[in-house]
């Protein structure tokens, strides 16, 4: 089993755009749903975002509006484009498939089958 690899984290100022991607295996990819999820220093684990097979997604309510998950299914590629950024949204974060797809975006708050090394996004006020 290959673990998906994040890339796209940086640090921008608030207001600024970054966008992830995850490329994942073929094994990884075939989840029925993948997301994005992260954790900021002393705080919970998160699910940001989460998109199924059948195209469907989920965002967390801090991020409704500003976030957009989408995937690439030919390169195996999940992507998290992330706009206007606040500072709130500092964390690691990490593409993951959660063990049940049936909560949406607070799944990727369980049970992982598998996740990344993370990337970092550090937003400036």
Sequence with gaps: Q????ESG???????GSLTLSCAASGSTYSSN?????RQAPGKEREG???????????YTDSVEGRFTISQHNA???LYLQMNSLKPEDTATYYCAAPASCNGGYLSLSGELLY???????TVSS
């Excluded at 989460?50 to 469907?56: E, F, L, P």
């Excluded at 996740?115 to 996004?121: A, K, N, R, Y």
């Design 2 to 5: 290959v673990e998906p690899v």
């Design 9 to 15: 984290g940086g640090s921008v100022q608030a207001g």
């Design 33 to 37: 749903c993948m997301g994005w999820l």
């Design 48 to 58: 940001v975002a989460s998109i199924h097979s059948d195209g469907t997604t989920s």
């Design 75 to 77: 390169k195996n590629t």
């Design 115 to 121: 996740w990344g090394q993370g990337t970092q996004v």
